[in-house]
């Protein structure tokens, strides 16, 4: 009987001088353009150096007996992967969150290319640890953490998965109108839209929205619990601003959409989106699915 071999598979995302290269052909054309806007190529060019640097040593450190495969961040939605392999993301925290929804337990190896740059929240690895970990966290050696996950479940029979938080609103700068309830608690509400975040997703862009209005919720990154927090709640005649955040665990909270042009998106990818226009109902809480993360 034949023995499928682990795989390691790496997950890069363009850099910002590949992105400018992309757009401009050249790298004459790329300095020109950045010193037309008072900046240095040569900053955008180091940076892209360190992260070829990192994604070489981490691919030099994988068993010679195992498989390799590379796929970039767009490519996501159609790479397939196996019960066999290990994930290992070479860039910012970010990309550990958007290979996070593609996975069913498959370990996770976030590599930081420029520890002075990226906060290394998520991507907390350096490449020259890779030699030890790759076995381990095949064989499930390796230190590692059950991160809860976020899941939206439309009336639709549609899902989508998120390992910071999935935000609920109008797909322009309108206000979004829908009823939210929570166990026994119901209002409506006119608001910036509303996010569902998981205890990853709290030290992110719900932070920032935490820090703004005052308000405090607890969730640690393994705990099976998400919070939602509303940006922005409108008081009127027929909308209300009493439910502003809460913890959610056991039963989902329940959203009901009363406009037109609403989404639902996840990790702030906004165009893998999926419509929520008046009518439609979403039930959002913690996933059965978690990300395996690797923490060395």
Partial sequence: MSVVRPRAVFVTRPSDYRLMLAAHATRGQVRFVMRSRGQRAEDLEARDAEQADALRAARAAVPPDWRQAEVERDDLDRFLFGPEDVVVAVGQDGLVANVAKYLHGQPVLGVNPSPDL?????????ADRLA?????AFHGDAPAERRTMVEAVLDTGETLTALNEVFLGHRSHQSARYALADGDAHENQS???LIVASGTGITGWARSILEATGQSLALGPEERAVGYLV?????????GTGMRAGRIAAEPLAV???MDGGVVFADGIEQDF??????????IG???????LVTG
């Fill in 118 to 126: 990226y906060d290394g929240v998520l991507a907390r690895l350096r």
């Fill in 274 to 283: 999926l419509p929520f226009d008046w009518g439609r109902r979403a039930s």
């Fill in 286 to 292: 913690p996933s059965d699915r978690f990300l395996n």
């Fill in 256 to 258: 009901t959409s009363r």
């Fill in 231 to 239: 940006r922005e709640p409108f008081p009127s005649r027929a909308t």
């Fill in 132 to 136: 030890r970990l790759l076995p381990a």
């Fill in 191 to 193: 608001s910036s839209g």
